[in-house]
């Protein structure tokens, strides 16, 4: 499309730009201070670089820890553990709905064994590990405990995050279980239970990313997030907690596509929209209350599968546009990844990627240093008006749970969604290699998952069942159950159920006799 100055041009958020910004009304502030538009910390990039956290796990636990201890040689700063669908809704590899999916999305996780063996040589009170797990989180998170006490730490010397976001599966993802009371429940018995047992460890990463994906605007993965936020915090202060108590270990998980400027400029809107919300809604005191931690994945729906070694040229935008906009920590999607998961190769690549940017670009040099930019912050200005008016509207319909029941939310992302197709087919929107520049395919070295590990997983947790004490694993499940049906706190016997050699699918059944399933109704 010819850049004609008397054609509109818009950002992916529809937003009119002008040809050119000669001012700004944006008020002078610093970073590490209220409001945190410029960043959480006062020295961000000059004094820690952000953690290079590359999502890994695929196969059985061995092979996943094998990749792990693979990008830790490579200089990865973190570890993030991608689970199978079967452990993501809480079946064992025997169950018959887990027959194809076992290892294929993710490790296979289904007892106490498997997570030893992911965990193997890999010290936990040393490395902060993130798992993008919602469901059944808090199985997963009892799994982390026990292996860390085996290596003998305590508890409280954990790092982590687990994502455990089930609003976003029912407006986008849809990897849910329960229904929305019970799963708010379980959400508010870990952030509880992590306030006061695994003070290092954030028990929610609030994620927009998965609503980016499905097709929302920049503008309605913020908005979406921090209302799906305000119902955690809610729930949260409903149970008699103290908004200082929890708030500073809430954590945020949000996409990076192409739009370099806008995506800078909504990680900033982010912070400062959250801060003031926390600060002049909740009544918070403490200042890390207020500040907006999160993490950043490179867009996967971005990648192509025609021409993929032009996807590592898309993740180097999208990871500056993430560190130009103050992440935490970052993922950079590997180029083969519109086609398979990743190669060892492609994953060192994508690794190597943020390494560059970090010691070679020179922007962590100064930090904020697109601050001052007129159209930078003119942007700032438009997104953050855009922000609190669906704000605004999801407070007036209810909430976010009931935003959710009524198909709001859903029903936005999919207009977007359709919208971006359309301008795609009509080459109104330019992809490379796509739409444009189109080449001929050729063969790549692909990572495929063996069909064998799923009868390996199947044959391992049958002898697992019939050689732990059943009479020991039955009572720890029974009693979860039981308390289930109260208001006590969950994770205790969950960490117990763990203890005693139940599986992924089995606290996950006794759970779902107890709360029931979620069937989702239509929306049009």
Known sequence: MSQNVKTPIFTDSSLHVDQVYTSSKAKKTKPGKYPFTRGIHAGMYRDRLWTMRQYSGFGDAAQTNERFKFMLEKGQTGLSMAFDLPTQIGYDPDATVSEGEIGKV???????????????????????????INSTASTLLAYYIVVGESQGYNKSQLRGTTQNDILKEYIA???????????????GDMIEYCSNEIPKWYP???SGYHMREAGATAIQEIAFTIANAIAYIKTCLDRGLKIDDFAPRLSFFFCCTMELFEETAKFRVARKIYSKIIKDTFHAKNPKSMQLKFHVQTSGESLTAQQPDNNIV???????????????????????????????????????TQQIIAHESGITKTVDPL????????????????????????????????????????????????????????????????????????????????????????????????????????????????VANTTENLMPYIINSVKSNATTGEISDALREIFGEYKPKEVF
């Open 173 to 187: 993802r849809n990897t849910y279980i329960y229904p929305p009371k019970p799963s708010m429940r379980l959400i």
């Open 106 to 132: 993710g490790v296979s996780i289904a007892s106490l064994d498997d997570m030893m063996t992911a965990f193997n040589e890999i010290p936990l009170g040393k490395v902060s590990t993130s798992m993008t």
């Open 314 to 352: 898309r993740v180097t935008i999208q990871s500056l546009a993430s560190i130009l906009g103050g992440a935490q920590s970052l993922h950079t999607n590997s180029r083969d990844e519109a086609l398979a998961l990743p190669t060892q190769e492609s994953a060192k690549i994508a690794l190597r």
């Open 371 to 482: 601050a001052g930019s007129y159209y930078l912050e003119h942007l700032c200005d438009e997104i953050e008006d855009h922000v609190w008016k669906y704000l605004r509207k999801i407070d007036r319909l209810g909430g976010a749970l009931k935003c959710i029941e009524k198909g709001f939310f859903q029903s936005e992302i999919r207009k977007n969604a359709y919208r971006l197709k359309k301008e795609i087919d009509s080459e109104q929107r330019t992809i490379v290699g796509v739409n444009k520049f189109i080449e001929e395919s050729t063969a790549q070295k692909l990572l495929r998952v063996n069909d064998s590990i799923g009868v390996k997983q199947s044959r391992k947790i049958k002898k697992l069942k019939n050689k732990r004490d059943n009479k020991k694993t039955h009572y720890a499940l029974s009693k979860l159950q039981e």
């Open 204 to 206: 929610i990463s609030i």
